[in-house]
Each structure stands twice: as structure tokens, then as C-alpha cells.
């Protein structure tokens, strides 16, 4: 147990009583590089078990744990309650706020399903491309599968589309390329942005500072992706024929991404990108028509959409975006931030503050658990819910559209079990965090990375990359490196807020060659087993986008492009 750091007065407590605790980078033998090695190991073992071993996310996080917990305990000299404390306090944070917005953001898209306002969704976005095939799954894929991804995430929106994209009639694996391609723009927003939710949780940076300089990297991909696309469904014809469109969609989704992850609600960034550029695509549309050649004429449906079902099922987004605009408003006499915010909780977990110390000596910020009760982002969709459930469950044409306050409650009840296993692995994927974290394994890597100096701003986005790849998910990508990446940052002299958003932004393009994520696609077009051939055809397209972002990294951190930032 290591002793007693300066600027702690313990002299009145018998140490068999309390044991206080700080980080030292040089733990193991008075070596930074012995002791960042020896932190890299729950790392390595997290990464072993899920791909070398195929163990579930589950068992390879709890794996993981138990190797942090050791290495904290017997490697850095950090008390074992301290370190179980350290693990209950990431637990209770991957459950709230982290699980609460994600569940409640799948349920929010489920009531769309049960109510079936989802296929009148489905079918207004097949009545926009005018009979085009690929215009249709461009929005399909970029468009629609962006607002699964900003209120579902997790795999959602690549299972939903390619299903939607086959039933088109595009080929299996065809659709199966271009949905997880598609699904890379949004995902740093994805799930009402709890990537960026929980970075700034975990560093300590506001969450909004981080997603306003992810709205000057992600925007970069989106701009082009639309145009990728048309490529991977048409090839260089249907590029030729079609990219105005693509140009017009995809350019009003990075600017609206833009605008919005700065001066509007950032959790809602993808929700308002991807209704613009869907808006934008309409719009186009009625002024300009593509040139179709008659292999690429979609399907048909034989029954016309009617105005007022067009408009009940779009409601549920419009409603979302009213919800959390009203949250945000601060003008005119209303301060809704800080009216909500008169509930947020505040806690010094027990056992835990006090004794953690930060390097002054002075009690650890990170030991304070907060929780916004009723401004966070799973409590305002639950609310979306509600009231998606009250005016379905009055519409007139219930024996069509059926929806009850107990379908809803029913379809809560069906989510929560649906997830239980997702539950669980974002929860102790978050204690596996806290407990690198706050033993300073975490920053022991980070000071050691530093050591490359500003070239660490060209190789941040890789650790993103690497972490989503791996665990299927930029959420536990950041809950892995947000911590390290500023920590390096720091040392370094990097903006850290710049290399925090680099991890997020990084992760995008990991997500596209996660098995995760490509097992959910094979299976989706019922082509099981083909995930090898999957990879083959998507692993250039996320190589390509990350040197892309890490140039882009790169620059941003030098006087070239740092104007860029906000």
C-alpha cells in the first residue's frame, strides 16, 4: 500500500481505520514506462478474451475487471475497497444516466413499430425517390438509418435498414455494404449522443464543449458518404446519374450537424441532421429528376399514403425535438436548465470521496456521482414517449394503428428484458473504467503516450477506432480512452478537448468493421456466416475515413486548421 501523499492529514485517523489513497504514475519500481505497461494489461486482457477467446462483451468486460482490480490492488497499491468502491460508483453510472438513455431511446423507437406507424415511415421515404432504387436506399440507408442511430444506436439501425434495403430489391449483400457504411456519420450522436454524454462525464470537460468539435470532424464524412453510397449500389453509373441529389443530402446533413452539435441541443445533433437532409432530398427532388434506368426501378406500393398518416408517423421525431428544445430554452423570463436542474442529484459516493485523492492531496473530483433527474436525456424521451403513446392511443384510426397506454407500458416492460444482457455490459464496462481511472492506470498510459509529443494528435483517433472496433461501441470506446486521451493531451500540450472528440470521432469509422456490428448485418439479410466476406468489402472504406480524420486531427492541432474549432 503506498503511503500517504503530501498534503493529507491523516494524523487523527489510525490507518487500519482509513486508508487514503492517490494516483502515482511511477508506482512499479519508480517507472513510468513499468507502470503504464503493467495498466495496459486489463486492456489487453478485455481485447484477448472478446476476439482471441470469442467470448461475450459481457464476460470479456468482466474479465477485464477482475484484471484491473488486480493489477490496482497488487501493482499500484490502491486499497481493495477502494477499488470495489471505484467499481460500484461505474456501475451506478452505466446504469444512470448511460442505460437509462439508451433504453429509453430503443423504446421510444419501438412504439413506432408496435403502434405499425413504422411501415407508413418506411413507405414515405420509398415514395420520395421517385421511383429510384438508388435514391431510395441512400435515404433509406443514410438518411433514416441516421435517425435510428440518433435514438437507438446499438446495432439498431444496421439490422432495421438492411432489411428495409432488401425489401426493395436490392441484393443481400449489397444491402448488408451499404448499411454499415451508411452507419458511420452519425454514430459520434448516436443514442442521443451518450458517447459524448459519457466522455464528458468521465473527463470532466463539458459534454458540449466536446460535441461542438465533433460537429467540426464528423460533418467531414457526411459531406461524402451519401455519394459512397450511390457508388456501392450503382457503381460509377449511378455515382454519374445521381450525385447532385447526394451532394444536396449529404451537404445539408453536415451542416446541419455542424450547426446544430454548437448552438442547439447537442444530444439531438443526428435527429435534426437527418430530418434536413431527408427535407433537403424532397426538396430536390421536385425541382430536378433523376435519369432511371429501368434495373434500377423500385418496387411500387400498391396502396397511396394519405397526408394524415404521412404526418402521424413522422410525429414521434417532430415531438423529440419540441421535448428537448423546451428543456434547453433560457430566454424570455424561462430558465428551463435551471428549473430542471433544481432536481439533479449530487452525491460524495460513500467510502469513496475523501479517501481518493487527487495528486494536491485534496479529495478527488471524480469520487462525486452525478445524476441530472429530470433535464437528462432518457427522462425527456421517456416523456417523448408518453406522449407518442397518448396521441397514438387517441388517433381515430385505432383498429389499423392499435396503441394503448398498455401497449406502451408493455413495449417498456419487452425493452428492458430485450437489453438486460446490453444492461449489463455497459455497466461493468463503466466499473472496468472507473477502476483504471481512479488507480491511475488510465493516467499512467496516457502520461507515457505523451511522450510522442504532437505527433500523439495524429495517432489519437486511432485508439477510437480501435476501441469501437473491438467492443462494437463508441460509447465504450470513450468509457475506455476519454480519460487517456486527455491525459496525454495535457502532457503533451493538446488541446484535450480536441483528442477527447478525436476518440469520439475516431470510433466512427471504427464501428463500420466491428463483428459486432457486421454479425447484426449478416444476419439481417439472412446471410449468416458471411461476415468475413463483409469485412473484406468494408475494411478499406473505414481505413481510408480514419487516415482522413487523422490528418484532419493533425491539422486541427496545429495553427494550420485550428481555426476550425470552436
Not at 470510433?507 to 448485418?521: E, H
Request: with cysteine.
Amino acid at each position: 500500500m503506498h503511503p500517504t501523499r503530501e498534503g493529507a492529514s491523516v494524523a487523527t485517523t489510525p490507518p487500519a481505520v482509513l486508508a487514503f489513497y492517490a494516483p502515482d504514475v511511477a508506482a512499479v519500481g519508480g517507472s513510468l514506462t513499468a507502470t503504464a505497461l503493467l495498466g495496459l494489461v486489463p486492456l489487453a486482457v478485455f481485447f484477448l478474451l472478446l476476439t482471441a477467446a470469442r467470448r461475450p462483451a459481457l464476460h470479456s468486460a468482466l474479465g477485464a475487471l477482475l484484471a484491473a482490480l488486480s493489477v490496482a490492488v497488487l501493482g499500484y497499491g490502491m486499497p481493495l475497497r477502494l477499488g470495489a468502491l471505484s467499481a460500484a460508483q461505474g456501475m451506478a453510472f452505466g446504469l444512470f444516466p448511460v442505460m437509462l438513455i439508451v433504453v429509453s431511446a430503443l423504446w421510444f423507437y419501438e412504439l413506432t413499430v408496435v403502434s405499425n406507424r413504422f411501415e407508413d415511415l418506411r413507405r414515405s421515404f420509398n415514395a420520395v425517390g421517385r421511383g429510384d432504387l438508388r435514391v431510395q436506399a441512400m435515404l433509406i440507408a443514410f438518411c433514416f438509418g441516421g435517425l435510428l442511430e440518433a435514438l437507438a444506436g446499438f446495432g439498431a439501425p444496421v439490422a432495421i435498414t438492411a432489411a428495409m434495403l432488401m425489401a426493395l430489391g436490392l441484393p443481400r449483400i449489397t444491402s448488408a455494404v451499404t448499411v454499415l457504411v451508411a452507419n458511420t456519420a452519425p454514430v459520434a450522436f448516436g443514442a442521443m449522443a451518450i458517447p459524448i454524454t459519457t466522455a464528458g462525464n468521465l473527463t470532466g470537460i463539458p459534454a458540449g464543449d466536446i460535441a461542438g468539435v465533433i460537429g467540426r470532424q464528423s460533418p467531414l464524412l457526411a459531406l461524402f458518404v451519401p455519394q459512397l453510397l450511390l457508388f456501392l449500389v450503382d457503381g460509377w453509373r449511378g455515382l454519374r446519374q445521381l450525385w447532385p441529389v447526394a451532394l444536396v443530402t449529404g451537404g445539408v446533413f453536415a451542416l446541419a450537424q455542424f450547426w446544430c452539435s454548437a448552438h442547439f441541443a447537442y444530444e439531438l445533433t443526428d435527429v435534426v441532421a437527418a430530418l434536413a437532409g431527408f427535407a433537403a432530398a424532397v426538396l430536390m427532388l421536385r425541382l430536378w429528376t433523376p435519369r432511371t434506368p429501368d434495373d434500377q426501378r423500385s418496387r411500387v406500393d400498391a396502396e397511396p399514403l394519405t397526408g394524415r398518416r404521412v404526418t402521424l408517423a413522422v410525429l414521434p421525431y417532430l415531438l423529440v425535438i419540441a421535448v428537448f428544445a423546451l428543456a434547453k430554452l433560457d430566454a424570455g423570463g424561462l430558465r428551463m436548465p435551471e428549473l430542471l436542474g433544481a432536481a439533479d442529484i449530487q452525491l460524495n459516493w460513500p467510502g469513496l470521496y475523501g479517501t481518493l485523492l487527487a495528486p494536491d492531496g485534496s479529495p478527488a473530483g471524480s469520487a462525486v456521482y452525478k445524476l441530472e433527474v429530470l433535464g437528462n436525456p432518457g427522462t425527456l424521451l421517456l416523456l417523448s414517449g408518453l406522449l407518442v403513446t397518448l396521441v397514438y392511443s387517441r388517433a381515430k384510426d385505432a383498429d389499423r394503428f392499435p396503441m394503448t397506454p398498455r401497449t406502451g407500458l408493455a413495449c417498456a416492460g419487452r425493452t428492458v428484458r430485450n437489453m438486460r444482457r446490453a444492461i449489463a455490459t455497459v455497466a461493468t464496462v463503466m466499473a472496468l473504467s472507473y477502476v483504471m481511472n481512479q488507480s491511475g492506470q488510465t493516467l499512467a498510459i496516457g502520461t507515457w503516450l505523451a511522450a510522442t509529443g504532437g505527433l500523439f494528435a495524429l495517432l489519437s483517433p486511432v485508439l477510437g477506432w480501435l476501441g469501437t472496433a473491438v467492443t462494437g461501441s463508441d460509447t465504450s470506446s470513450n468509457a475506455l480512452f476519454a480519460t487517456l486521451q486527455q491525459t496525454a493531451g495535457k502532457a503533451a500540450g493538446i488541446d484535450p478537448t480536441l483528442l477527447v472528440a478525436a476518440n469520439t470521432t475516431g470510433g466512427v469509422v471504427g464501428k463500420l468493421i466491428s463483428p459486432q456490428n457486421l454479425t447484426i448485418a449478416a444476419t439481417a439479410v439472412e446471410q449468416p456466416g458471411s461476415e468475413r466476406l463483409l469485412l473484406r468489402k468494408v475494411v478499406g472504406y473505414s481505413v481510408v475515413m480514419l487516415a482522413v480524420l487523422c490528418v484532419l486531427v493533425f491539422l486541427q492541432s496545429l495553427p494550420v486548421l485550428s481555426w476550425m474549432l470552436p
